[in-house]
């Protein structure tokens, strides 16, 4: 065995003695903290066991009141919670039945306009009827007033034109006679030339 595998078997022995001391040890002292524990459990109780006894029956009392007190809160909550559904539903309720009653009267509002609507329509509808009858009895009547009129101006034109004709056939008549006049009254002069042609020769 060469110096340094002698150096590292004695190192390992000397690890292997260490750790069995090591948990010798351990044991020893796991042994005595148990004792020591004991020992200062039994300082404790002698030193604060009344007084821990007695805040635990304070934590115990305080513990029953905030129960206590955590069921009142409790009975109080639920209680407000009713008090707050019942008044909730009653708002409810009476905003359900204040609609109900604003659309009823909107509905009987709407049928009314409707109603009156249409009888503004009838009346209008009876007002034109009425103005189509009066407008077609105007157009008649104009109509047989421009016929009246116009017959009685033909009459009036064709009695105007039997005078002018009668007016012109004496018109005519009467030149007819003065050219007679005038054809005799030349005859005479030509026959009283003669005459003074004659009478002027012998």
Do not use: C
Request: net charge negative; charged share 35%; glycine share 2%.
């Amino acid at each position: 065995m060469n110096p340094s595998e002698e150096y590292s078997h004695n190192n390992s022995l000397e690890v292997e003695k260490w750790g069995s001391n090591s948990e010798i040890n351990k044991q020893h002292l796991s042994s005595n903290y148990i004792s020591e524990n004991s020992n200062l459990d039994k300082v404790r109780e002698i030193l604060f066991g009344n007084q821990t006894r007695d805040t635990e029956k304070r934590f115990a009392r305080l513990e029953e009141h905030l129960i206590k007190e955590l069921g009142n809160v409790r009975d109080e909550t639920r209680k407000r919670l009713d008090a707050l559904e019942n008044y909730i539903k009653q708002e409810v309720d009476s905003l359900t039945e204040r609609l109900k009653n604003e659309q009823g009267e909107r509905d009987g509002q709407v049928k009314a306009v409707a109603e009156e609507s249409k009888n503004i329509i009838t009346s209008l509808e009876n007002k034109i009827n009425q103005f189509d009858q009066q407008t077609t009895n105007s157009q008649r009547e104009l109509r047989e007033q421009i016929l009246n009129q116009s017959k009685s101006l033909q009459d009036d034109i064709q009695q105007k034109s039997q005078e002018i004709l009668a007016l012109l056939e004496r018109e005519a008549q009467e030149l007819r006679r003065d050219k007679t006049d005038r054809s005799n009254l030349a005859a005479m002069f030509t026959e009283l030339a003669i005459r003074l042609n004659a009478e002027n020769k012998s």
